[in-house]
């Protein structure tokens, strides 16, 4: 495949604009085709393809995926939609990246994952970090053994969201786990290779179902203990830190979702202190193209499903030990629709 992979847009999302439109335009092997919504109303949709040079819209999403001359669709809803839509992509005959987290719980990454596997397609969740060196660097060093074993990792990413902000809802998959913590438990994941097990998990609620913030504690396979906070709306207005403690050492790491923008990586040994800087670009950009080449080559791109079924195994966990279902619990969304009918 030499031509460019010709790419359609279900819903006209704030998110794509930084995560795919900007970067597409520097790229010779991606074209964004079309785009469809049918939530906001159509004039929101011509104003969104017109601002972004988009030459082609629908009123629904089915539209766009029936038109044979798109090749591969950016999926950026909000995650309760996520695994229905990209099983539907799937079953057009189309090749996915799916805005992260991939889906509300490890059971609909599954089902999505059953759909993938019984084609040639790429599909990828955007957990964009994945796709700078920082993780490379970060796992060599861990391999290497400069630090020893690893024995304690204390994570830590949080903001300062408005109530009013589509996460705190359940019925769209919101939460502050598994809208921002997916992020240190994949780069967790990623630099230990190994997958951590959930032993206790505390949260702060904003209304009964929804974790404004969360705290839990987790251990590696291979014994060590991992301390992650997570938090849309809480005391800590920007944290996005982790540190890494070994037995010989420990790597301090500034800024792990964005390392492009600004990073600090810091590795004390018995030998001293050495602060590295790592060059890459734009993790959005490079997403883009990787996931481009995978579809033009046939290959899998670095975050495949899965890995994002792993992931999600994690976050659902958190929820269970912090007392919460998890995230698309259909028995909590038929209450939450039952409430709403009876108001």
Not at 216 to 231: C, N, Q, T
Not at 304 to 311: E, G, H, P, Q, R
Request: aromatic share 8%; net charge neutral; proline share 5%.
């Amino acid at each position: 495949m030499n031509e460019p992979v010709r790419l359609g847009i279900l819903g006209a999302a704030r998110i794509a604009p930084f995560a795919v439109l900007k970067h597409a335009r520097k790229l010779a092997t991606v074209d964004v085709v079309a785009v469809a919504e049918q939530y906001h109303a159509e004039r929101h949709l011509r104003r969104y393809a017109k601002k972004h040079g988009i030459p082609q819209t629908y009123r629904s999403f089915d539209a766009l995926l029936a038109n044979p001359d798109i090749d591969a669709v950016y999926l950026p809803l909000p995650i309760g939609m996520h695994a229905d839509w990209c099983i539907e992509a799937i079953d057009a005959g189309k090749h996915v990246l799916c805005e992260k987290p991939f889906a509300a719980n490890a059971a609909e990454a599954e089902r999505v994952l059953v759909a993938a596997e019984q084609t040639d397609l790429v599909v990828a969740e955007a957990m964009h970090f994945r796709y700078h060196p920082l993780v490379d660097r970060v796992r060599d060093i861990i391999r290497g053994g400069e630090i020893g074993g690893v024995q304690r990792i204390e994570a830590s990413f949080s903001a300062y969201l408005p109530f009013d902000d589509f996460r705190f809802h359940y019925e769209t998959g919101g939460g502050g786990t598994i809208d921002m913590g997916c992020y240190p438990i994949a780069f967790i994941r990623a630099v230990t290779e190994e997958e951590p097990a959930v032993l206790e998990a505390e949260a702060g609620l904003h209304g009964k179902l929804i974790d404004r913030w969360m705290r839990a504690r987790m251990k590696l396979p291979s014994g060590g203990e991992v301390r992650m906070f997570v938090g849309m709306r809480c005391s800590k207005l920007l944290s996005v830190s982790m540190k890494i403690e070994g037995t010989r050492g420990s790597i301090r790491i500034l800024n792990f979702v964005k390392p492009e923008v600004y990073h600090r990586l810091r590795v004390q040994t018995d030998g001293g202190v050495r602060r590295e800087h790592v060059p890459g670009g734009s993790t959005y950009g490079t997403q883009l193209a990787a996931f481009a080449d995978a579809v033009r080559t046939g290959t899998q791109p670095v975050t495949t499903v899965a890995d994002s079924v792993k992931n999600m195994r994690v976050i659902d966990a958190v929820y269970l030990a912090a007392g919460l279902p998890v995230r698309g619990d259909e028995a909590v969304l038929a209450q939450l629709r039952a409430e709403k009918g009876a108001a």
